[in-house]
């Protein structure tokens, strides 16, 4: 299993900057209090469980840690009523299935955890065949 | 035999008409008459209008002016303890604009909204009935009147919610919230001005105006069935406000 994790620090200070200018005052922020949207994790290894369910799906799976030891990361997609639309279903990752995946890092000490994650097939094509391969929007709470 | 046919249709047209079973349930084009015709299954997704977030519906144009307490409350707030991550289901003014479908059926005495998201049913009363001190809930008591081509509903018998004026911003609603909705057809649009006030919490009435189009022919609505595991598994992923 191949897996490695970095942390993208260009456009930090932009992010920082369209944030404070666009937030309202005392807002408490969507995905910010859960995910570092100024860095990038990437992981790659097999599907443990898929849970295809509202309010929020979520994909886990086995890949090392940053200090190269085996965790189950976590990866939050959207509800199971927008999956749908695009074509997933309960069926669509079964256990066992290598998945490589990039996204936001979740920001809780010791937790692992995605969002707004691009999720493809270990060789790269789409999880659905067809599909395109993007990241996840944040889904709406 | 013919005869006996017509005679039939025409009892049965008699028969549900009379016991108000013949609720419109498809989207004509928009009545020019007192009654809009707002019934069917609306898209409430990003077809129609952007999704939600901290700054959608409510942005720097329509911000809530909040009170002193409001603002305390906004100070202490934790994420962690939003209802929604329990699977409480959402309420106006938020469940009008979550990004999924609604359904509106329009009876003689009453319209019933019912919502993809969290599986959620509103009774709309129209024959005057007035709500008693027994009748607090979730989604409150609605009242409604068709008035100058629009369906008028107001709102109150709210319980007390934390997040129940809107969970992007962490602004609570008290039992003296009232929400006042006003319904109207654009053309094959549904729209809808939702006006909030809650002396409680806000300096004066806050609102915005959305729409939705109309779903495609044959959908179905799904069922929400919320999942508490689910619900509650992004908490985990924040770091904790309060040891």
């Known amino acids: 299993m191949n897996a490695h994790r970095w ?73 199971a009523a927008s999956l749908t639309r695009t074509g997933w279903t309960p069926e669509t990752l079964k256990a066992g299935t290598i998945i490589k995946a990039s996204g936001q890092p979740s920001r809780a000490e010791g937790s692992h955890g995605m969002c707004c994650a691009k999720i493809t097939r270990a060789d790269g094509s789409p999880i659905v065949a067809g599909g395109r391969v993007t990241e996840e929007q944040q889904p709406p709470r | 035999m013919k005869r006996i046919g017509l005679v039939g249709i025409a009892a049965f047209i008699a028969f549900t008409g009379a016991k108000g079973f013949l609720a419109v349930r498809a989207q004509a084009p928009a009545a020019s008459a007192q009654i809009p015709n707002l019934a069917g299954i609306w898209d409430g997704t990003t077809r129609a209008r952007p999704v939600n977030s901290e700054t959608v519906p409510w942005g720097k144009d329509n911000f809530p002016v909040l009170n002193e307490r409001a603002l305390a409350y906004q100070k202490v707030f934790d994420e962690a303890l939003a209802p929604k991550y329990d699977c409480q289901p959402a309420t106006p003014p938020a469940i009008e604009y979550d990004p999924y479908s609604m359904e509106v059926v329009q009876m003689p005495d009453r319209v019933i909204f019912k919502y993809e998201k969290d599986d959620q049913v509103r009774t709309v009363w129209l024959d005057g009935r007035q709500p008693t001190v027994h009748d607090m809930s979730l989604q409150g008591f609605s009242v ?100």
């Open chain 1, 7 to 79: 942390t993208l620090t260009v456009g930090l200070a932009l992010a920082a900057a369209v944030v404070m200018k666009t937030a309202p005052a005392l807002a408490h922020h969507s995905s910010a209090p859960f995910y570092d949207a100024t860095k990038k994790v990437e992981a790659q290894g097999p599907v443990t469980k898929f849970l295809f369910k509202n309010p929020h799906s979520f994909l886990y799976f086995q890949a090392p840690d940053e200090k190269g030891q085996a965790v189950e990361w976590q990866i939050e997609l959207g509800p």
């Open chain 2, 144 to 243: 409604g009147r068709y008035e100058n081509g629009a369906l008028i509903v107001d709102t109150d018998h709210y319980y007390f919610d934390i997040t129940g004026f809107d969970d992007y911003n962490g602004i609570p609603s008290s039992p003296l919230k009232k929400v006042h909705e006003r319904y109207w057809r654009e053309g094959t649009e549904l729209k809808v001005t939702v006006t909030v006030e809650d002396e409680m919490f806000l300096r004066k009435p806050a609102s915005y105006t959305t729409r939705w189009l109309p779903q495609r022919p044959g959908y179905k609505m799904s069922t929400w069935d919320c999942d508490p595991e689910a619900s509650r598994a992004p908490v985990k992923m924040m770091p904790s406000k309060y040891k």
